[in-house]
Structure formats: C-alpha cells, structure tokens
C-alpha cells in the first residue's frame, strides 16, 4: 500500500451524463436491481477517481454528487455516509486485485506467478490509461478511514496479502510456509501500488514492455547471483541513519508532524491534530509557520535534506557501486522504520496546490535521476545486474516505502528486523534464501 497517485491524463471513469440522464425523472419505485447496481457502480467508479486525488479526509459527497449530476439527497440513497462510500471503493479495488493475483496463479511455478501478476497488473493500469478500465482506490488511504471501516478494510486487504504470499510458495496448500511469506507479498503489492506514481511517464505502448523489465527485476533484484548481505554493511547503513543530515532545531516537532502527514494525508493532518501530537496550541505552531502549506515544505525539506545526507554519505564510505547502492537502500530503509523517521511521503502531495506540487515532484525525480545514474554505473561496472536504471531506481524508492507498510499490516510476530528481512529481496530478488526460485 503505498504512494497517492498525481493524475495528468484526465481520462476518469464514467461521466456524470449518464448518470444524470438515468436519474432524471426516475422515482425510487420504478428502481430495478440491475439499475440500481448499475448506478451504484458507476458511483463508486466517480468517486474513486475524487478519492484518489484528494484522499479520504478530502473526499466530499456533494463534489460527487455533482459529478454524478445528481443531488446530496440522491447520493444518500446509495450511500449514507462518506466512509461507507469510500470503503466500497477500497472493496472493489481489493476485489479486482484478488481477480489478478487468482489469474496468476494456474503456473505451478512461484517465479511465473510473479512475473503474471506483474503483468496482469499494468495492463489493467495501461486500460484505466486508455479509458478503457475505471480508475481503482489506492490503498495507502485505508488508514485514513474511521476505526470501524479501516479494521474491515484492513481484514480484506490482509486476505488479499495471503493470496499474494501464496504465490511466493511453491505448494500454496503449506500453510506455514504461505505464512512466513507475508512480509515478502507486502514488499512485492508495494512495488506494484508505488507505479501508480511513475507509469504515467510512460507511452501506453511501452507498458508491457515497462511490465516484463519490472518483473525481471523484483524476481532477480539488482545484485549479481550469489551476492550476500554483509554484516558490515548492515552496520555501515545503520550508523549512516543514525547520524541528522537536518537542522536539529525543534527535530521531534517535524517527526510527529511527518508521521501524521503519512497516516492521513495532508488535508486529515490538520494544525490542530498536529498541535494536539506534540501537546501544543494551534497559536505555538503557526508561530513558526504562517501557513500549514509552509508546514509542509518544512517537514519535505527535511526529509530530503536528510535523504541527501545519507546518500552523500553512503558515498563517502563506498568506493564500489554494489557497496554504494546497498548502503543507501539499508540506510534508508533503517531511517524510515527507525525512531528518527519517518521521511515524508508522496501521500502528502494530495491536495496540494498544483504549483508546489510539481516543485516536489521535480525534487523527486532529481532524486530518482540520480540514484538511477548510480545503478547506471554499476552495471556498467559489472557489479549489478543488467537491469533498466530508471526502473531499479524506482523500485529501490518503492522498497523503502514497503518497509513502514510492513510495520503496519505484517503481523508483528513475524517481523524481527525490518531492515534485515527488507534489503536481501531488493538486492537479490523476492525468493532469495528460500527453494522457490526456478
């Protein structure tokens, strides 16, 4: 679960015209269950396209009742409340996931699944792309919904995640084996969930090609065959994510503003929930920041300044691409699930006016420019696998966003060492260390 997506092409699910033209002069009487379904649907498709763009806390019935061309009162009709209709988004995103991930599992061997997953995945993203397909909810917003519709959300999404683990397991009938692959199915859904905020870059054509290179990728990872983990290194990131690339003025301020930011978006992280955190007025915060747009530059600027100084770093310390890459990733992964995390995420772009928001994305991709160079140079060193840069790149961001999901919704018994049970798959690939590779 993982990053909000920044839609451009416009191409959203049904228009309010029809729904508009069937609601028009129609009592409730002459409803038939195929109508109303169909209704529904198309409701749920409107609404999911509101949801993805300004997250649950911004979601607003009447916007989409107005997109629907029908009143607040008809829109109760369907769904009473807002997180009704927002966890029936989530329901159907889930639902058609699960389509996918069943689709994928006939071939009897692990490393196939994947790689048809990978690929029933973005040629379901490459219809939404055409207008042929309505956009799905992203999921990272679950934690956005009131307790009782998130612990039901959270219970499908875990279903769903046993289904992907089963996928990892050569005999999905092993129980105990589909278990302790859990946290490896949240590395890979997050893969998947995180191209909602890269794809676009893409020409629609390219997207299965763009699908079998990221496929290579989660399967294989970056490092050469035989490549183990180094203790050393693990310790060399860890002190790396120890050290404050940042300002230490007013520290635990931003990390319990960045932390609320995560959960619930920044139109749900409002001042005075920030306030509240830290056990101070409304009036103390706005001391230091004019505007809660200016809160959120600052808790973007240190993030980045912070993941700059462990990339700096990590280069002060690695002479050799393979030792450089893996450093950055451990350090990252270590900062975001440590008590000096988190960074700020892409979820906290929602809402935000259009102008700082190309700012950060632009921040963004120099970020992702250049991690992707470093990759560039491995490779042509022969330390890493031969693999698409730009991809690698993304695929390391993404790795450092699953490890907080893990935190999240990997039961705790099963999670030890985030950072240990985090970096072997993305160096190595999603099987290493256990009998399911080819």
Known sequence: ????????????GPTAAPIAQETA???????????????????????????????????????????AGMTKANLNYYFRRKEDLAAHCFDVAIETYREMIAAAASDPRPEIRVR?????????GRAVIAGNAPPLAILSDIRALDDDYQARAVERYSEMLHDT???????????????????RAQILLVQLFWSAAWIA????????????????????GLAPAGFAWRSDWAAQAQGIADQDHTAPERAE??????RLINRLGYRGASVDRIAAAMHLTKGAVYHHHESKDELLKACFDRSFDQMWGMIRRAGELAARPLHRVGLITAALVAYQTGERGPLL?????????????????ARMNRMTLHLAALITDGVAAGELRPVDPLLAAQFLIAGVNAAEEINRFVPAGL?????????PPLLSGIFVGTAARL
């Open 201 to 220: 870059q893409y020409e629609p054509g390219d997207i299965p090609q763009v699908a079998r290179r990221l496929g290579d990728i989660i399967v294989g």
């Open 116 to 124: 048809a997953l990978v690929e029933h995945y973005f040629e379901r």
């Open 165 to 183: 683990a089963a996928l990892l397991t050569p005999d999905p009938r092993d129980t105990g084996a589909v278990y302790r692959n859990i946290p």
């Open 345 to 361: 995420r892409d979820t906290a772009l929602t809402s935000l006016p259009m102008e700082p928001r190309r700012e950060i994305l």
């Open 25 to 67: 002069g129609t009592r409730p009487t002459r409803y038939t269950p195929r109508k109303h379904d169909r209704r529904r649907a198309a409701i749920i498709d409107l609404a999911t396209s509101e949801l993805n763009e300004h997250g649950v806390r911004g979601l607003v019935m009447a916007d989409v009742a107005a997109k």
């Open 1 to 12: 679960m993982t990053g909000r997506t920044i839609r451009a092409n416009g191409k959203r």
């Open 415 to 423: 999670v030890s060492d985030i950072a240990d049970l985090c970096i």
């Open 253 to 258: 301020f931003f990390r319990a503003a960045t």
